[in-house]
């Protein structure tokens, strides 16, 4: 990796973190919640960005960890390490089992898969509504968000360790994707992505390949419902919905997709717009719609995708 790589990654961390110095309390919380989003998104670029796979069933894997993570400190006694723990396991366990079926399919066929998944998922935290609370949704109380690691105590209720933490795992999350994406994986994922055919003439296991992608993928969204749950105390059933399916692809697509800091950018320049929208119209979604078509006209391969194509070709 380009040494204008590290530095343009290291640099939007350090931004981040200086942030939270100048930035507003209401500002602190968006950014924390982009934050948190941005690697549910992250995880979704790993699937459809670098091996070329449309799922729109990663509400399932984000309400896997959301849920995993609620009722783990709400009712089964966990503190928030270990439910952070559970919830990501949980992940692993989901996307693997369903990345072994629907990945028999491929094409629309495996974005309808995928899709029928994520309803089931849906219907199923509704049709439990005695654990789940259904569309009320399940509030974690206070007392339940302290917890002791490594000595340390600390306490979710604290916006700023809130940010702070949310910051430290979208660090680990980016150094992880770029990892990924520079490694052998990575180049056979992309290779998939452009030719599954050829990639599997030249002797590559496509199948395993692109079930390593799927949990890679399903694991990130399972480890960001978990921080959802826990940062913001609650878990309700509209995170379950085929809407947040769809989120981490628009974000995507707006950042650049197969750039690893491209979703990112889309999930802020995203949540940017529906609030300065929002601040003079009730239409907010006409205008955001109206700006992504504007988008899309000048940036056909998203933000980053299209700076690199024209002017940073070193931009992983």
Known sequence: MSGKAVLLHAGVIAALFLLQFVASDYAVLMLTRIMVLAIYAMGYNILFGYTGLLSLGHAMFFAAGLYAAALGVTRLGLGVPEAFAVAILTGIAVSLLIGLIALRASGVAFMIVTLMFAQAAFLTVLYFGEYTRGDEGIVIPDTLRAFSFMGIEADLTNPVLRY????????AAIALCLAVVRSRIGHVLVAIRENE???????YDVARYKLIAFVLSGSFAAFAGACYALMFAYAGSSLASI???IHPLLWTLLGGAAT???PVLGTALMFFLVDFASGFTTASLLFVGVALILLVLFFPKGILGTLRQRVMPWLP
């Open 164 to 171: 702070n933490l949310a910051l430290a795992f979208l660090a």
């Open 197 to 203: 055919s050829r990639t599997a003439m030249l002797g």
């Open 243 to 245: 809407q947040y399916s």
């Open 260 to 262: 690893v800091l491209g």
